[in-house]
């Protein structure tokens, strides 16, 4: 598909992304969330997919993912990424959730320094650094739209410094799996994280999920776990700095 516009994707979705001209929700009055979440609830009463968690768990190798896409963020209430736009060094450019390669699940934040946003791009030397945040995403029991999912590592790769490429510098990585594999071996032995354990992962309630409220060809909204916010998506066709 062409790049996600006001012309590729459909006219009852254009009020939203109306809204998301509000910085994606990084500088929303009130009054815009509170639009932004009365469209959402008429999209989610009309949403045209069925168990749209199925085959995310990458097991039978179908092509019949639903969520199986490059999605660029528009919308989101969430605040632990609203919260990003007050920092005075850095401010979030392009916000992805990548699932081309399921079971993994990969948010990409790119940052740029706040100063840069303060003058004409071509005024000032571009510099970008990219965090990406690798999940294990899995279908949950009993909720055919709830993707729960597992943090595995967390990479801040810079990108471009004063207008010069440095992707081929070595990037920061947090290997996260580790804690995975204390928490299944003391499991059986405490009160409260059977939930957390790998045994426990696939349950309805089990922690760290989201729900997809809507979700068609170009558009995905989700919300996050409480006391997490929503989240609007469209469809895009890379997700290069």
Excluded at 198 to 225: C, H, M, N, T, W
Aim: glycine share 6%.
């Amino acid at each position: 598909m062409a790049n996600a516009s006001l012309y590729s994707i459909p006219s009852y979705c254009v009020p939203l992304v109306a809204i998301a001209s509000y910085d994606r929700g990084f500088a929303a009055t009130p009054k815009a969330r509170t639009e932004a979440n009365d469209i959402i609830d008429q999209l989610a009463a009309v949403n045209p997919t069925e168990n749209a968690a199925r085959g995310i768990d990458g097991n039978d190798f179908s092509d019949d993912v639903p969520l199986r896409a490059i999605w660029r963020m528009i919308w989101t209430s969430a605040f632990d990424v609203v919260s990003l736009g007050a920092s005075p060094i850095a401010a979030p450019s392009a916000i992805y959730q990548v699932i081309t390669d399921p079971p993994i699940a990969t948010n990409i934040i790119d940052f740029i320094p706040r100063v840069q946003t303060f003058f004409p791009s071509s005024s000032v030397p571009a510099s970008l650094l990219r965090a990406e945040v690798t999940t294990r995403a899995s279908s949950r029991r009993g909720s055919t739209n709830r993707v729960g999912l597992f943090f595995e590592g967390v990479k801040l790769q810079p990108i471009e410094l004063l207008g010069q490429k440095v992707d081929n510098l070595p990037p920061l990585s947090v290997d996260l799996t580790w804690q995975q594999g204390l928490i299944d071996q003391v499991a059986s032995f405490v009160p409260g994280l059977e939930n957390f354990s790998s045994e426990g992962k696939d349950d309805v309630d089990a922690p760290v999920y989201f729900d997809v409220e809507y979700l068609d060809d170009e558009l995905l909204i989700i919300r996050q776990q409480a006391p997490g916010g929503r989240f609007a998506l469209v469809k895009v066709d890379n997700y290069d700095p």
